[in-house]
């Protein structure tokens, strides 16, 4: 039956969404009570240290492994004919995608150990365990490994050239796989009747999620079951990912997930260290731990981004758009992850038109092999890539038509009237009014003042420079959760969720949302997740857990009322159509009878009440705004300095003020270091990574930024799930990187400068200027 209507006692001190609300975990966190996957020790655990090729391309020709197993302390020394002797196989990726002449996507398999050849500098060669961390350390450097050195190829440009050295023998070309879409001929008809083509190469190059805290992983094996201590954002789908591995039931694994510092994207699904850590944990028959060093994690975790384009852009006399060709080229690395191929592939194009009614368009875009650590899920995941181009190549067509930017975006926005408004790729947007974003941020920003600071920076000596960007995120992926929830007889509501915290506040924004709906206190809430044997779901990615797993809580809160109004009727001896609900009581309407719901939940067999609902919203969301960004150069030095970034975004209902801000922030944040700092390097000689440690990679600090101006329109709620939610979780990152580059050529204006590639760093200002 349906949950009666729920009435809100507005006097009630407790509180409920949309409403800021200090973080519940920050207290914990600050104390130093956390618990991250390096805090857990188990007794008698050894530890594992993997061995890693220093090599781009090469051929294990032998290992000798004698002195290494009769160190002190080792206990085993593995390779993969150990793994594949004892039938352990390979982590599976989603075969989603073909290659041009229809065959299956092409790359290698993902061995937890390389099968003979090393396809990139820190790929798996072989796996240690000693007593101590130490002393498998020690073991490491007595390993005889001869390797058969390869030629290598980095560049996904060149790696798809006649003649490039190959990756796998199933990709010919190295070419993995590749998707088109649109009307080829109805584009090329469209251009001929342009009035203006616009005409961009770019790289969005390869960025490392540094994360605060690195993988770490602890399995245990006891009663022929696995424990994985470990840090991932898809619990479920990593116990999964370990079953395919071992070919045994997915039940014999049990993935707890602590606290994590930090995910990006980075952190999702299974790594080839957390099975090698179960693998070990059965052989010897006791607890084995892993954990990477910062070195490790720069070579060994997947990277983001690294994606080549070359796109057209037509426009009619009066600057409206007639059709867009865009080719892009994606480097997935040598071994790809599940992520690889379906940000490039299918998230980018999602989103490539953004804002702008498109008539028609033209893409084709291929995945390439190289020899370097794969690409993945990387903050934004294929929408900043498609925002960016976009963006970049509607403000180098206003200037070259030499119309105003803001005027040739409304130009070409789409229309409140033409909502719902189907894409080329046929996804709906269910609504938007991506004008008043524009408007919004103008406003906040002072657009038409900046003519006064620039030149009063102009007496300061400074270069002083805008950008504007305008954008749309699609969140929501995998759009189906579960949720249970436990109503215990000391009035003690658990919640269970598949979804997993990493930071953004997700235990707060729960118990805001549950207390909303079952009128409790917040302190009678508990929020499980990130453990397989109490939740399961697709876990946290694509900005869904408030979209997806907010929407499911809520489901699963009013399915508690349905149940506990025919429990009441039960217990009150009344028609369950007479049960009204308040506070956490059901009450016979207009009398004094009542029961509580932990009362409730003592009556019923083990003194509780357990619910469960799943909740698939009817489509995406599509989160929008937009941002403007004002620095100023040093000519003297080529320096940047930020001065004010402004954000106005439609992110619907908000549930906690002052987390959306934090996300938004840390977005801004990652988007920034993109446009300015961030960009891993390989040699194109040796394949070895030139960016292996924050000495060489750039990360924006915190006093690098100013005070960032956020706002909000909540009055666009997404038409698609219970909350009216859309998602907030990577938007700034979107809207950073072309707002930051587009104030940096504004700045840049009297140097006749088109287009810089990211980073722009301080010398590519400095040589600029110079010179």
């Not at 398999?109 to 050849?117: E, F, S, W």
């Not at 990912?241 to 997930?257: G, S």
């Amino acid at each position: 039956m349906s949950a009666p209507a729920v009435q809100f006692d507005p006097s009630s001190a407790r509180f409920g969404s949309s409403r800021t609300q200090k973080r519940l975990e920050d207290d914990r966190l600050l104390a130093g009570n956390g618990l991250y996957s390096d805090d857990r020790n188990l007794p008698n655990q050894a530890w594992m240290v993997v061995v890693r090729s220093p090599y781009a391309h090469a051929r294990t020709a032998s290992v000798n492994a004698d002195a290494a197993r009769t160190a002190t302390g080792v206990l085993a020394v593995w390779t993969s004919g150990d793994l594949s002797a004892d039938g352990v196989g390979h982590i599976p990726i989603p075969p989603l995608f073909k290659r041009a002449d229809g065959s299956p996507m092409a790359a290698p398999l993902r061995t937890l150990l390389a099968d003979g050849t090393a396809l990139y500098v820190g790929h798996p060669v072989a796996a240690i365990v000693a007593q101590t961390q130490v002393q498998a350390q020690d073991a490491a450097e007595l390993l005889e490994i001869d390797y058969e050195e390869l030629p290598c190829v980095i560049d996904p440009r060149k790696a798809i050239l006649p003649g490039a050295p190959q990756v796998s023998a199933q990709a010919a070309g190295n070419i993995s796989a590749e998707q088109r879409y649109g009307d080829a001929a109805a584009v090329t008809a469209a251009f001929a009747q342009a009035a203006h083509v616009t005409r961009l190469e770019l790289h969005n190059q390869r960025l490392i999620a540094t994360a605060l805290e690195p993988r770490c992983a602890l399995a245990q094996f006891e009663a022929g079951r696995w424990t994985l201590y470990t840090q991932t954002q898809q619990p479920t789908g990593t116990r999964d990912a370990l079953a395919a591995v071992f070919n045994t039931p997915p039940q014999q694994f049990r993935v707890v997930v602590g606290d994590i510092g930090g995910g990006f994207g980075m952190k999702t699904g299974l790594y080839p260290e957390d099975a090698l850590a179960c693998y070990a944990a059965r052989k010897l028959g006791r607890p084995v731990k892993w954990r990477a060093d910062r070195s490790e994690e720069f070579l060994a975790t997947h990277m983001g981004r690294d994606q080549h384009f070359k796109a057209e852009l037509a426009l009619d006399p009066k600057g409206r758009i007639l059709a867009l060709r865009m080719e892009g080229l994606a480097n997935f690395g040598s071994v790809p992850v599940g992520s690889s191929a379906i940000i490039p592939l299918v998230l980018g194009p999602k989103v490539q038109t953004t804002v702008y009614h498109v008539p028609v368009i033209d893409y084709r875009v291929r995945g390439a092999l190289t020899h370097t650590m794969a690409t993945g899920a990387y903050r934004g995941a294929g929408r900043p890539e498609g925002n960016y181009l976009m963006e970049r190549l509607i403000e180098k067509a206003a200037h070259e038509m030499k119309i105003d930017s803001v005027e040739l975006r409304r130009r070409n926005l789409i229309q409140p009237g033409q909502f719902p408004y189907r894409t080329h790729l046929g996804e709906t947007y269910d609504a938007g009014e991506f004008e008043r974003m524009l408007d919004g941020a103008l406003a906040a920003a002072d657009w038409n003042g900046f003519a006064a600071r620039r030149e009063e920076a102009k007496r300061r000596g400074k270069l002083r420079g805008r950008g504007l960007a305008v954008y749309i995120e699609w969140t929501g992926a995998l759009p189906t959760e579960t949720v249970d929830i436990r109503v215990d007889a000391d009035g003690t509501v658990t919640v269970f969720s598949g979804t997993q915290a990493m930071g953004q506040g997700l235990e707060t924004s729960y118990v805001q949302l549950i207390t909303e709906v079952l009128q409790i206190p917040a302190g009678k809430v508990k929020i499980v997740q990130g453990d397989t044997d109490q939740a399961n779901g697709t876990g946290s990615v694509g900005s869904r857990s408030a979209f997806v797993g907010g929407s499911a809580i809520v489901a699963a809160g009013r399915e508690t009322i349905a149940r506990g109004t025919e429990l009441a009727a039960q217990a009150l001896e009344s028609a369950a159509t007479d049960i009204e609900y308040l506070n956490g009581r059901f009450r016979i309407a207009g009398t004094d009878r009542s029961i509580g719901l932990a009362e409730l939940a003592a009556r019923q067999a083990g003194r509780q009440i357990r619910v469960t609902a799943t909740e698939t919203p009817s489509s995406p969301s599509w989160p929008n705004g937009a941002q403007v960004c004002e620095l100023e150069i040093d000519p003297e030095t080529g320096e940047i300095e930020l001065v004010n970034v402004t954000s106005f975004d439609d992110i619907g209902r908000i549930i906690n003020h002052m987390i959306v801000e934090g996300q938004i922030h840390g977005g801004i944040a990652q988007g920034v270091g993109q446009a300015l700092y961030e960009q891993a390097i390989y040699d194109a000689e040796s394949g070895q990574l030139l960016t292996g440690s924050l000495m060489d990679y750039c990360v924006p600090r915190a006093d690098q930024f100013p005070q960032m101006a956020t706002h909000f329109d909540e009055s666009v709620p997404c038409r698609t799930n219970l909350l009216g939610v859309k998602g907030c979780g990577e938007i700034g990152t979107i809207g950073a990187v072309p707002a930051v580059v587009h104030a940096v050529l504004d700045a840049l204006s009297p140097y006749g400068v088109a287009h810089i590639e990211m980073p722009i760093t301080a010398e590519k200002v400095w040589r600029i200027v110079a010179g």
